[in-house]
């Protein structure tokens, strides 16, 4: 009995002691680690540990709260905790200067194994947190963390030779994602290993691998197998860590990352650009399956692979690769493309050269593949050699690239292309700032079709050299784009109403510039009609152009007969010059002004030459009306048989295009140089819409013996002066004289009629031959006619005459009333093949005779 209790007091008094110690050392650790105001409640001892129900302290950066622990002390080089076990901890933390949010290890300390080697000497043999919850600092003020935290240690076997093997896992609830981290450390004589695996939902997340041989060698690996979605994730962390300036919250589901490394330095690194300054080994692939949207950037999917090698600070890319996918871009410098033309999506390669040094300043030659795909057709291409500049300020070099694009249509401001394709060589560069680019060879431009459609004009396939392509952009201004270059070629028809069909060439600079485009160069036609083209399209405007005709002669060939497809078949030039200037615009109609200038003109038309014809004239189209008018209009000569002129006049003339024939002639004035005399007309306006158009002509000086030196009629010759006036009407296009009168000057004039039809006659008949003897010499006082012109072309002439022959009857009275009648067509045709005329008018003369005989009823 005696013996029993000893042993009982035995036990007792080491269990207090034990207590004692472990009250002791708890203590002297907690004052050790800066514990103030230490309190606890129900404390005990139990199962070889001591238990407390709870226990609160302060420390330095804040408080501490524990229920339910259980501290089980050790011996491992000294006193240790064995085990750590509590049922619920609760820290608050406040926010002071020095630890404002950004607080926490820096990311130099968590690549030196002497921080995990501490963390496996200090860890207990098992530690257990059953609920977590901090109150920490971070960056929007105050966070919460709430999880559970497992911990275990095993000792290392020195007989076995195997390491101390920690290990432990983190729960932790971020918002609506579950975290689970787990973390094992090995820890060997002369080197540790460290495995991190981040779950989230329960899915493999990251894998962290690193492996380390003394202080000086670290190997490690980074893998993320397949990102899973992560709602509301980087909202939580981003509370705690600047994610910096890329949208990591963004990130989309499925991103791949396999990164490697190798690095071994000579002396402990201090800081983490320390592992870089020795020699290095980098491996990495980055995946991105789905689409990362970024801010300002667009949509961005593809892979990323990198083989980098190191030593001593100097870098070598030994080999790498990219592919990467752009869509819906939001650059700056795609802004100022027109709506149609929008680019959708960007594709890019790069395959760098291998074994390139990485020095700082030097260039980064690679080949590079840049896809761009749009709406309408839009796609282009850029091929080559490139080089990338990392220095302060990047730069992207082009040293030997080609360019193609294509577009399959386009459509604005009534403009439509089809088909355009585009290839040349580029050189130049681009950097943070904006792109310069240059043409290094000349270029080829094609398109199939290009239509104006306010001017109905179609423009059919056309292929085009480029010289000297440039192309200058701002990338934080979208009307700073600049481009431009000469341009020459041919198209290969061009189809207008007012046109005939044929190959035109082109010679001259286009230029896009403040979203407008611009154009002034020259154009010719197969006709060779030459034209000097300033065309501009502003950006909310309508297109307008100002069309030059440089003097156009007509003694080498006549283009605009060649050109216009409403040329009259029966107009022919062959002498003369015109030139002149018009401006056209636009839109919803087009509008058209300008001057023309027409210079000595000669010509036939129909069947009558002219000479002399000048000019000045003023054009004008607005709402599908032509204006066309000349102050001073002059014809030295006309003959359709019977020469006049010259000719002066003022008029102008107003038609719709659809109606060219029905339009509006405003005279101001007329006057005709007619058989020694003048033919003027009066002021007015015709409407040959109408039915009708009349006017009024005054004759004024037309002498007797220049009209029978033309007129040539068997034995008749006279002199005289005669004045008149002429109502004319237009009849449905035919011209007609109805009750004109044309009287002689005073004191009157001769008339000789002397034929032998006529004496022959009057030898039977006494009357007449008291006429013949009167018309031999005679005085007239009075010549006055009555002039009637019907739409048959027959001129009926009621002829009084008062006058005598001094020399017949002793000069008496003698008064006449003769009727003469004469087809002026035929008179005319007569004088036609009777004259010296040119073989054209011959030609149609003899072709019009035989139409006549041919359909004798026809007028």
């Given at each position: 009995m005696r013996k029993t209790l000893g042993g009982l007091i035995t036990v007792l008094l080491l269990a207090a002691l034990g207590f004692a110690a472990s009250f002791w050392w708890a203590q002297r650790a907690l004052t050790q680690a800066g514990v103030q105001q230490v309190q606890w409640q129900d404390i005990g001892w139990q199962a070889g540990g001591l238990t407390l129900d709870r226990l609160s302290f302060l420390l330095p950066a804040g408080q501490v709260d524990l229920q339910q622990l259980r501290l089980v002390p050790?011996?491992?080089?000294?006193?240790?905790?064995?085990?750590?076990?509590?049922?619920?901890?609760?820290?608050?933390?406040?926010?002071?200067?020095e630890n404002d949010g950004d607080s926490g290890m820096q990311a130099a300390s968590l690549t030196a194994p002497q921080l995990w080697q501490s963390i496996v000497d200090w860890l207990p043999d098992r530690v257990s947190i059953a609920q977590l919850q901090a109150q920490l600092p971070c960056r929007s003020g105050s966070c919460v963390l709430a999880g559970s935290l497992q911990a275990s240690r095993a000792a290392a076997d020195p007989a076995a030779d195997t390491p101390v093997v920690a290990r432990a896992e983190l729960t932790l609830q971020a918002a609506q994602q579950h975290f689970l981290l787990k973390q094992e450390v090995q820890a060997g004589s002369h080197q540790l290993s460290l495995r991190s695996e981040l779950l989230l939902d329960g899915q493999p997340a990251a894998t962290l691998a690193s492996h380390w041989r003394g202080l000086n060698q670290w190997q490690g690996s980074l893998t993320v197998p397949d990102w899973p979605q992560t709602e509301g994730l980087y909202e939580y962390l981003g509370s705690w860590f600047s994610l910096g300036t890329l949208p990591i919250a963004s990130l989309p589901p499925g991103a791949q990352l396999a990164v490697d490394w190798d690095l071994s330095t000579a002396q402990p690194p201090q800081q983490w650009a320390d592992w870089l300054a020795g020699e290095a080994a980098v491996n990495a692939q980055v995946a991105l399956p789905q689409a990362w949207p970024i801010a300002e950037l667009g949509s961005l999917a593809g892979e990323l692979q990198l083989q980098l090698r190191g030593q001593q600070g100097r870098w070598q890319l030994l080999q790498g690769g990219a592919q990467l996918r752009l869509t819906e871009p939001q650059w700056p410098a795609l802004a100022g493309l027109p709506g149609d033309l929008q680019v959708q999506q960007i594709q890019l390669q790069i395959t760098p050269a291998a074994r390139t040094a990485l020095s700082?300043?030097?260039?980064?030659?690679?080949?590079?593949?840049?896809?761009?795909?749009?709406?309408?057709?839009?796609?282009?291409?850029?091929?080559?050699?490139?080089?990338?500049?990392?220095?302060?300020?990047?730069?992207?070099?082009?040293?030997?690239?080609?360019?193609?694009?294509?577009?399959?249509?386009?459509?604005?401001?009534?403009?439509?292309?089809?088909?355009?394709?585009?290839?040349?060589?580029?050189?130049?560069?681009?950097?943070?700032?904006?792109?310069?680019?240059?043409?290094?060879?000349?270029?080829?431009?094609?398109?199939?079709?290009?239509?104006?459609?306010?001017?109905?004009?179609?423009?059919?396939?056309?292929?085009?050299?480029?010289?000297?392509?440039?192309?200058?952009?701002?990338?934080?201004?979208?009307?700073?784009?600049?481009?431009?270059?000469?341009?020459?070629?041919?198209?290969?028809?061009?189809?207008?109403?007012?046109?005939?069909?044929?190959?035109?060439?082109?010679?001259?600079?286009?230029?896009?510039?403040?979203?407008?485009?611009?154009?002034?160069?020259?154009?010719?036609?197969?006709?060779?009609?030459?034209?000097?083209?300033?065309?501009?399209?502003?950006?909310?405007?309508?297109?307008?152009?100002?069309?030059?005709?440089?003097?156009?002669f007509f003694r080498a060939g006549n283009p605009l007969a060649g050109t216009l497809a409403s040329w009259p078949a029966l107009l022919s030039l062959s002498s003369g010059q015109l030139s002149g200037e018009v401006q056209v615009t636009g839109g919803q109609q087009l509008r058209l002004s300008g001057d023309v200038t027409l210079a000595g003109v000669k010509g036939i038309y129909d069947r009558s030459a002219f000479s002399g014809l000048s000019a000045p004239l003023k054009l004008g189209l607005h709402n599908n009306v032509l204006q066309l008018g000349s102050s001073d209009l002059q014809l030295e000569t006309l003959n359709p048989g019977l020469a006049m002129g010259p000719l002066r006049a003022a008029a102008s003339y107003q038609a719709s295009l659809d109606q060219m024939a029905q339009g509006r002639l405003q005279l101001d004035r007329a006057q005709l140089k007619l058989l020694g005399g003048q033919i003027s007309a009066a002021p007015v306006k015709l409407d040959f819409a109408a039915a009708e158009q009349r006017m009024t002509l005054e004759l004024s000086g037309l002498e007797l013996g220049t009209l029978f030196e033309v007129y040539p009629t068997e034995g008749l010759s006279g002199r005289g002066t005669l004045d008149g006036r002429l109502p004319v009407m237009l009849r449905d296009g035919e011209l007609m004289i109805d009750e004109g009168a044309v009287a002689a000057r005073e004191p009157g004039g001769v008339?000789?009629?002397?034929?032998?039809?006529?004496?022959?006659?009057?030898?039977?008949?006494?009357?007449?031959?008291?006429?013949?003897?009167?018309?031999?010499?005679?005085?007239?006082?009075?010549?006055?006619?009555?002039?009637?012109?019907a739409e048959d072309g027959t001129l009926q002439l009621g002829l009084r005459l008062q006058g005598s022959n001094p020399n017949f009857q002793q000069g008496r009275q003698v008064n006449l009333n003769v009727n003469l009648q004469e087809n002026i067509p035929a008179l005319l045709t007569s004088l036609q093949l009777s004259s010296q005329v040119s073989d054209i008018i011959q030609q149609r003369v003899q072709q019009r005779l035989l139409e006549q005989r041919l359909q004798p009823n026809k007028e």
């Amino acid at each position: 009995m005696r013996k029993t209790l000893g042993g009982l007091i035995t036990v007792l008094l080491l269990a207090a002691l034990g207590f004692a110690a472990s009250f002791w050392w708890a203590q002297r650790a907690l004052t050790q680690a800066g514990v103030q105001q230490v309190q606890w409640q129900d404390i005990g001892w139990q199962a070889g540990g001591l238990t407390l129900d709870r226990l609160s302290f302060l420390l330095p950066a804040g408080q501490v709260d524990l229920q339910q622990l259980r501290l089980v002390p050790g011996w491992r080089d000294g006193p240790r905790l064995r085990v750590f076990e509590v049922g619920q901890a609760a820290l608050r933390v406040a926010a002071t200067e020095e630890n404002d949010g950004d607080s926490g290890m820096q990311a130099a300390s968590l690549t030196a194994p002497q921080l995990w080697q501490s963390i496996v000497d200090w860890l207990p043999d098992r530690v257990s947190i059953a609920q977590l919850q901090a109150q920490l600092p971070c960056r929007s003020g105050s966070c919460v963390l709430a999880g559970s935290l497992q911990a275990s240690r095993a000792a290392a076997d020195p007989a076995a030779d195997t390491p101390v093997v920690a290990r432990a896992e983190l729960t932790l609830q971020a918002a609506q994602q579950h975290f689970l981290l787990k973390q094992e450390v090995q820890a060997g004589s002369h080197q540790l290993s460290l495995r991190s695996e981040l779950l989230l939902d329960g899915q493999p997340a990251a894998t962290l691998a690193s492996h380390w041989r003394g202080l000086n060698q670290w190997q490690g690996s980074l893998t993320v197998p397949d990102w899973p979605q992560t709602e509301g994730l980087y909202e939580y962390l981003g509370s705690w860590f600047s994610l910096g300036t890329l949208p990591i919250a963004s990130l989309p589901p499925g991103a791949q990352l396999a990164v490697d490394w190798d690095l071994s330095t000579a002396q402990p690194p201090q800081q983490w650009a320390d592992w870089l300054a020795g020699e290095a080994a980098v491996n990495a692939q980055v995946a991105l399956p789905q689409a990362w949207p970024i801010a300002e950037l667009g949509s961005l999917a593809g892979e990323l692979q990198l083989q980098l090698r190191g030593q001593q600070g100097r870098w070598q890319l030994l080999q790498g690769g990219a592919q990467l996918r752009l869509t819906e871009p939001q650059w700056p410098a795609l802004a100022g493309l027109p709506g149609d033309l929008q680019v959708q999506q960007i594709q890019l390669q790069i395959t760098p050269a291998a074994r390139t040094a990485l020095s700082k300043g030097d260039a980064l030659p690679f080949g590079a593949e840049l896809r761009v795909q749009g709406a309408n057709g839009l796609s282009g291409q850029l091929q080559g050699d490139l080089a990338l500049r990392l220095a302060q300020d990047w730069q992207l070099q082009l040293i030997d690239t080609q360019l193609a694009l294509q577009l399959g249509s386009w459509r604005d401001q009534g403009i439509t292309l089809r088909e355009l394709q585009l290839s040349t060589a580029l050189r130049g560069q681009l950097d943070a700032q904006g792109v310069t680019l240059q043409a290094s060879k000349p270029g080829q431009l094609q398109w199939s079709r290009l239509q104006l459609d306010s001017a109905e004009l179609r423009l059919g396939s056309a292929n085009l050299n480029l010289q000297g392509l440039t192309y200058e952009q701002q990338w934080q201004d979208a009307a700073s784009l600049r481009v431009g270059s000469q341009l020459g070629g041919a198209v290969a028809a061009v189809t207008h109403p007012q046109l005939q069909t044929q190959r035109w060439t082109l010679d001259g600079r286009w230029d896009y510039t403040e979203g407008a485009l611009q154009w002034d160069g020259k154009l010719g036609n197969a006709a060779e009609l030459a034209l000097d083209i300033r065309f501009t399209l502003p950006a909310a405007q309508p297109w307008r152009a100002t069309v030059g005709v440089p003097p156009l002669f007509f003694r080498a060939g006549n283009p605009l007969a060649g050109t216009l497809a409403s040329w009259p078949a029966l107009l022919s030039l062959s002498s003369g010059q015109l030139s002149g200037e018009v401006q056209v615009t636009g839109g919803q109609q087009l509008r058209l002004s300008g001057d023309v200038t027409l210079a000595g003109v000669k010509g036939i038309y129909d069947r009558s030459a002219f000479s002399g014809l000048s000019a000045p004239l003023k054009l004008g189209l607005h709402n599908n009306v032509l204006q066309l008018g000349s102050s001073d209009l002059q014809l030295e000569t006309l003959n359709p048989g019977l020469a006049m002129g010259p000719l002066r006049a003022a008029a102008s003339y107003q038609a719709s295009l659809d109606q060219m024939a029905q339009g509006r002639l405003q005279l101001d004035r007329a006057q005709l140089k007619l058989l020694g005399g003048q033919i003027s007309a009066a002021p007015v306006k015709l409407d040959f819409a109408a039915a009708e158009q009349r006017m009024t002509l005054e004759l004024s000086g037309l002498e007797l013996g220049t009209l029978f030196e033309v007129y040539p009629t068997e034995g008749l010759s006279g002199r005289g002066t005669l004045d008149g006036r002429l109502p004319v009407m237009l009849r449905d296009g035919e011209l007609m004289i109805d009750e004109g009168a044309v009287a002689a000057r005073e004191p009157g004039g001769v008339l000789r009629y002397q034929s032998d039809k006529l004496q022959r006659l009057a030898q039977s008949n006494s009357g007449m031959r008291e006429l013949a003897g009167a018309l031999e010499n005679f005085h007239y006082t009075v010549l006055s006619s009555q002039v009637d012109y019907a739409e048959d072309g027959t001129l009926q002439l009621g002829l009084r005459l008062q006058g005598s022959n001094p020399n017949f009857q002793q000069g008496r009275q003698v008064n006449l009333n003769v009727n003469l009648q004469e087809n002026i067509p035929a008179l005319l045709t007569s004088l036609q093949l009777s004259s010296q005329v040119s073989d054209i008018i011959q030609q149609r003369v003899q072709q019009r005779l035989l139409e006549q005989r041919l359909q004798p009823n026809k007028e």
